[in-house]
């Protein structure tokens, strides 16, 4: 029986993918800081940070193979150099102890935001796309890019990763409330609905944890591949929205330097009085100005993914939601 660990496994993704890799007959054991809301029958947990270098390298016995999802994944923290310790280093550390150990496939989850360099010109995103860490609006990014270049790195120097690209995962969330899930909790739960519109890509939770599968086992070493579902503006997101929870709002759509401004506001009170995370943060709003649509066109020819329509996962989230509330 293949060994599979998972680092980040108590996470939103994490949870899917554990799933998706028991119901395959893999033995999975998962490496993250917080157990489980829901921890899966048959999955072996174990507490710790991707920063103990010697619990990682103790977590890697017998492991055939590996899936690093563990990261910081909101864009803001009361001490920023954590995104890069956690994002950056860590990654350097899993990857420094699976080499160490023979550990023959690995996968190393990024994300499609670092995607939407300052420099990109073309009308359509691809896994062909370079940025700089200089390009990246943010900390958070700016790790993540990190992070995506150590496992580039490590590839080029002949260790077989390969590198999933997620969008903006939805769908029921078990208590696990990722960015895209605080998202459509906030406007669904306001009747004044201030918002920049643009255009991002949604992606159905078990279809990432799927397209992991199929990274992992039909990817090219080295390669990147973007797994999403559907472009949609924020403001169709917000009518699809309102046609599932039959919830009535007001829509004022505001410019770029007003969402700017009101972020910088929030983030400032954030950092300094509130120290908890805003609403809005000015590297989401910079990565919302630069969304373009994004191509799935090399991960359905290379990989066989093939995703779902988000309609259903919307409703799966929205219901969780709700059930929270009560």
Known sequence: MTQTLVTGGSGFVGQHLVA????????????????????????????????????????LDDVDEIYHLAALPGMWMPR?????????????????????????????????????????????????????????????????????????????????????????????HNGNLTPPTLMLQYFNSRKIQIYLDFVFNLVDVRDVADGMLLVMERGEPGQRYILGGEDISLGRLLD?????????????????????????VMEFMA??????????????????????PLSIEKSRRELGYAPRPIEQALREALASLAYDAR
């Not at 309102?242 to 910088?264: D, E, N």
């Open 20 to 59: 998706a890799l028991l119901a395959r007959g893999r033995s999975v054991r998962v490496l993250d800081r917080r157990a489980p809301a829901c921890a899966q029958a048959g999955a072996h947990y174990v507490k710790g940070s991707i920063l103990d270098a010697k619990l990682v390298a103790d977590v």
């Open 80 to 172: 920023k150099d954590d995104f890069h310790d956690v994002n950056c280093r860590g990654t350097e550390i899993v990857i420094e102890a699976a080499r160490a150990r023979g550990v023959t496939r690995f996968l190393h989850c990024s994300t499609e935001s670092i995607l939407f360099g300052s420099s990109n010109a073309e009308p359509i995103v691809t896994e062909s796309v370079r940025a700089t860490p200089e390009d990246m609006p943010g900390a958070y990014t700016r790790s993540k890019m990190m992070a995506e270049r150590r496992a580039m790195e490590a590839a080029a120097a002949g260790y077989p990763v390969r590198i999933a690209n997620p969008t903006m995962p939805i769908g029921p």
């Open 240 to 264: 699809m929205l309102g046609g599932i929870s039959g919830r009535k709002a007001l829509r004022v759509k505001v410019p770029k330097a007003f969402a700017y401004t009101t972020a910088a």
């Open 271 to 292: 950092d300094y009085v509130l120290r908890q995370p805003p609403s809005a943060t000015t590297e989401g709003v910079l990565i919302a100005s630069r969304a373009k």
